[in-house]
């Protein structure tokens, strides 16, 4: 049982939407992300997932709205739902997510990251 510094942890690393795990619970993993510009429109099939903003501004555009989130601020997407993470800044993100979950869910490309580095 070790603390987990956030601080700490998202100054290990520069490159964006390359998730990273920091911790794990009950089947979920927590995972630590820098997010910049537009991510790929996605869905995840069988996972909820829940961004927490630890640093920024995020913008989760769905088809017919965009949700904007502030430091603080968390929002849980269920699974089946068509989302675009947009980081207009540089933003710091907290992920928890079930054990296997893609971090482009339905969607391969030159952004899915299949074996999250733990740090």
Same mark, same amino acid.
């Given at each position: 049982?070790?603390k987990v510094?956030l ?6 690393f ?10 794990e ?9 820098? +997010?910049?510009?537009? #991510?790929v429109?996605h869905?995840?099939?069988? *996972?909820?997932?829940? $961004? !927490?903003? /630890?640093?920024g501004? +995020?913008?989760i555009? #769905?088809?017919?709205?965009d949700?904007v989130l *502030?430091e603080g601020? $968390? !929002?849980v /997407?269920?699974?089946?739902i068509?989302?675009?993470p947009?980081a207009e ?8 997510e079930p ?9 391969q ?5 299949a074996?999250?580095?733990?740090i």
């Amino acid at each position: 049982m070790d603390k987990v510094n956030l601080t700490e942890k998202f100054a290990q690393f520069d490159d964006y939407w390359h998730p990273r795990i920091v911790g794990e619970l009950n089947g979920q993993q927590v995972k630590v992300v820098k +997010l910049k510009g537009a #991510f790929v429109w996605h869905h995840h099939d069988v *996972e909820d997932e829940l $961004f !927490l903003i /630890i640093k920024g501004r +995020l913008i989760i555009q #769905f088809r017919d709205k965009d949700v904007v989130l *502030e430091e603080g601020e $968390f !929002l849980v /997407i269920p699974k089946g739902i068509e989302h675009r993470p947009l980081a207009e800044e540089e933003c710091c993100v907290m992920l928890f997510e079930p054990v296997g979950t893609l971090n482009t869910g339905n969607v391969q490309d030159e952004k899915t990251v299949a074996a999250p580095e733990v740090i």
